[in-house]
Structure formats: structure tokens, C-alpha cells
């Protein structure tokens, strides 16, 4: 008599697991528990094969460490977001909205690195072989003949041909349509994406094989599918930007081989993306000078201080409670700012709707945005326009002092190639400038009314 299969009931939202079906998940989705066959110990990780007897501790002094290997992609702004390179063997995880232009950025780097360290495999689970031919022949320069497609979902087959090809770098497009026959549930699935991701880190951590994984993203814009594959992996990269604008900008928020303050900047043409070398110059290229409720502010991004615009528009409510609205910056933050300007600047706001947009689609990390922000409200609720060419950086406290920032002395270089001739930043910042440029005025102010009174005093 063959033993009945267990069975386990899997949440498809958080990959909760429970015995038995329920309607409510513990993450509080509804009817998102799934029915799946328990799978044996044989079947459930194949990565788990060294014995207990070979395992053994070893001194931290004894460990031999080192640079990472790296493989270069050829895209400066890849390169620097990944730390300086693709390290050998380890896993990348990349998504982003459709349409933003994940499988371009993917064919290009698999093309360059194809022409440069040999076979490159790209396996794609969403289109066909001449889908990716149209694309490869429409962004990349030249294909060379090291770079093989398939058009495969069933990992264990992939999985062979990984062996048999044994390529240098290994493309998964996408993670969500890969399946594993040794579990029933259907791809996409929590079971199935963790069970493939775990069949990739084998392969590409015995082979030293660089692995660049696809996945979806949900509404909300977080990644699809469990939590854990974030955890195996050893790279998260997430590719933003408007579908109606061509700045994209890539980010990453993990990364076992380097900083995750790096960004990368590109623009989508009709031949792929392009590298931007000046992100600033690209943001301030619009900036009208002296208009109400703009101000220029800047942020230090990684390695390079990044130039933007904030506009703010203050309009009277006409009906129910004032709106606050923000792009790019923080809503809670916003709702700071506004309160510190009713009680420390004197600004009332309670029956005004406040919009903020950071231009270019730009989400500023930090709080050196802070300044920008309230002076641009400022000027647009007063109805007040600012001098020309002058940037403002800062955090602003609850007291309305101004708190010093990281970083301020080499934004204040940035701007002074940028052409910028005002610049007002909390005092201690200005104290410890070493080197002012020559022809730019560095005003250091303690609180938010003296930087009020900086910008908008002729």
C-alpha cells in the first residue's frame, strides 16, 4: 500500500506554512493559503550534501581574504553599482515595473560580456528566441557568437544545458516562470521560486557562475514572490524611472560586495540605454531661474554628489482638510516640515493643499533635501522668487535648527562647476569648508528663519 503524500497549505503572499487550511493568513492576506505536496529530505535542498564529518570551525586569522574576482561588464554605471564588477558566482537579482527596461539592460551586458569572457547563456521563460534576436539586434553593437538563447522553464532542463554550455555568465528571465518538477505546485508559486532559486545558487556557486535573475515586482512596486530569495541572493538591483520619461535609474538595495549608496544612470533611446556620465546636469537642465517654488538642492550619492530640482506649489483648500502630496520625498517628512514652518518661521499652512516633486523621478535618500523643501514651500506660499543660482542643503531639526550633513564640502564643489553663485547650508558645514570656491558665497545659517531670510533678503 503507497503512503499517502503530505500535504502543506503555503500562503502565496509571505510563504506562511501551516498544517492545515485556514482563510486568514498570520500576514493578514485572505484565501492566499495554496495546497502542496510536503517534499521528502532527498528533494527539499540539494545543496545540503556535505557531510557533518567534513564540516569542521576554523580561525578567523587563518581565512585568506581578499579582493573579489570581477568581471567587468563593460557599463561604467552597472559597474558602479554592483561595487566595481560582476563577482564570479554570485547571484543578482534585478526588477523593476514592465516596460522599464530590465531585458535591455540584461542584453547589453550579456552581449559585452559574451564578446569578452566567452559563452553567456540567456534563458528567457516569458519570450521567444526571436523576441530576444529583434531586441539583441536593435540595442547591442555587435552579438557575438558566444551568446546562446533558450527558451526553457523546466529548471532541471536548464540545469543540464548549464552543464553541458558551461558558460561564463547566466541569465533567468524570469524566475516566476521557472519550474522544478520534483514539487506539483504551479511556477510562480512560493515552493517553486524557492526551490529554483536554490537549484541556481548550487550551480552557480560550484561552477563560479555569475547568475543574473529576473523577477516581478507587485503593484506597490515590491518584489513578487517570498521573501527568501532576497535573502539568497547575494545582490539586489532595482531598475526605476517613467515609462513617458527616459531617465531610468538603477539602485541597489543589497549588496554583499559593495555599497547600496551607488546609483546608476541611464536613457532610454531607441538603441538601447545609454550611459549618463553628468546625472546633475541632466536634472538642472530644466530649471527655470527665478520662479516661485523652485529651489535647487543637491544629495551625495555613493562616490558623487547628485544636483536636483524641488518644486513646491502651495494652493488654498476649497473644500474638507488640506492635501499633502509629495514625489520623490518622504510624505511623513513633508508633514515634518510643514509643521516646523508654522511654529518656527511663523508660515501657517492648515488651509492650504501642499504639492512637492522632486524633478526627473528622483527619490533622494537622507535628509539633506530638508532645506530645499521648506524654502521652496516658502516661495511658493509667499508668492516670493528666490535669487538665481543658488543651492540650498540641510536637515532641519524639530527646533528648526539646521543639523550639519555628510559630504557638504564636496557638493559644494559639484555646484561651484555647476555654475551655481549662492550656497546656504548650516553653519558648522561652512565652518569646516577648507577649500570655498572662488566666486560662490557660502552663507552658513543656524536655523530655518536666517536661511528664510539668506534666500529671499535682495
Known amino acids: 500500500m503507497s503512503k499517502k503524500p503530505q500535504v502543506v497549505f503555503v500562503c502565496q503572499e509571505c510563504g506562511y506554512e501551516s498544517p492545515k487550511w485556514q482563510g486568514q493568513c498570520v500576514c493578514g492576506k485572505w484565501n492566499t493559503m495554496l495546497e502542496e505536496k510536503v517534499q521528502d529530505g532527498a528533494t527539499e535542498d540539494r545543496r545540503r550534501i556535505v557531510s557533518v564529518e567534513r564540516s569542521r570551525a576554523v580561525k578567523i586569522k587563518d581565512v585568506k581574504s581578499g579582493e573579489h574576482d570581477r568581471m567587468n561588464t563593460a557599463i561604467s554605471e552597472l559597474n558602479r553599482v554592483l561595487g566595481g564588477g560582476l563577482v564570479r558566482g554570485s547571484l543578482t537579482l534585478i526588477s523593476g515595473e514592465p516596460g522599464i527596461g530590465k531585458s535591455t539592460l540584461i542584453i547589453q551586458t550579456a552581449a559585452k560580456l559574451a564578446e569578452a569572457y566567452g559563452k553567456v547563456l540567456y534563458v528567457t521563460g516569458e519570450e521567444s528566441e526571436e523576441q530576444i534576436k529583434i531586441r539583441a ?71 563560479n557562475i555569475p547568475i543574473f535573475i529576473v523577477a516581478h515586482v507587485t ?23 517613467e515609462r513617458n520619461q527616459e531617465f531610468r535609474i538603477l539602485r541597489a538595495y543589497k549588496n554583499r560586495f559593495g555599497t547600496t549608496s551607488e546609483i546608476g544612470a541611464f536613457e532610454m533611446k531607441e538603441e538601447g540605454l545609454i550611459e549618463l556620465d553628468n546625472l546633475s546636469r541632466n536634472f538642472m537642465e530644466g530649471m527655470e531661474h527665478e520662479s516661485e517654488g523652485s529651489m535647487a538642492t543637491a544629495v551625495y550619492e555613493g562616490t558623487r554628489p547628485l544636483l536636483m530640482e524641488v518644486q513646491a506649489l502651495a494652493a488654498p483648500t476649497n473644500i474638507g482638510f488640506a492635501r499633502r502630496t509629495a514625489i520623490g520625498v518622504d510624505l511623513a517628512r513633508l508633514n ?97 569648508l577648507s577649500d570655498k570656491p572662488k566666486g560662490m558665497r557660502i552663507l552658513g545659517v543656524t536655523n530655518l528663519r536666517e536661511a528664510i531670510k539668506a534666500q529671499f533678503d535682495k
Open 219 to 241: 503593484k506597490s512596486g515590491d518584489l513578487a514572490g517570498p521573501k527568501i530569495i532576497e535573502h539568497l541572493v547575494d545582490c539586489v538591483l532595482n531598475f526605476t524611472g
Open 336 to 432: 515634518m516640515i510643514i509643521a516646523v514652518l508654522d511654529r518656527k518661521a511663523g508660515v501657517s499652512l492648515i488651509n492650504q493643499d501642499v504639492y512637492v516633486n522632486v524633478v526627473g523621478g528622483l527619490k533622494p535618500e537622507g535628509t539633506s533635501v530638508d532645506l530645499a523643501v521648506a524654502l521652496a514651500i516658502y516661495s511658493s506660499f509667499k508668492g516670493l522668487k528666490g535669487t538665481a543660482k543658488t543651492l540650498a542643503i540641510g536637515e532641519i531639526g524639530l527646533t528648526g535648527d539646521l543639523r550639519t550633513i555628510p559630504n557638504a564640502d564636496k557638493i559644494v564643489k559639484e555646484a561651484a562647476k555647476m555654475g551655481f553663485k549662492k550656497i546656504i547650508l548650516p553653519i558648522k558645514n561652512a565652518e569646516k
Open 137 to 207: 539586434d536593435r540595442v547591442c553593437s555587435s552579438l557575438s557568437e558566444d551568446l546562446f538563447l533558450l527558451s526553457e522553464t523546466n529548471m532541471e532542463a536548464i540545469i543540464e544545458i548549464v552543464k553541458d554550455i558551461n558558460p561564463a555568465f547566466l541569465v533567468i528571465d524570469s524566475i516566476q516562470t521557472m519550474y522544478s518538477g520534483d514539487i506539483t505546485s504551479a511556477p510562480g508559486s512560493v515552493s517553486q521560486v524557492r526551490i529554483c532559486a536554490n537549484e541556481l545558487m548550487r550551480i552557480g556557486k560550484t561552477k
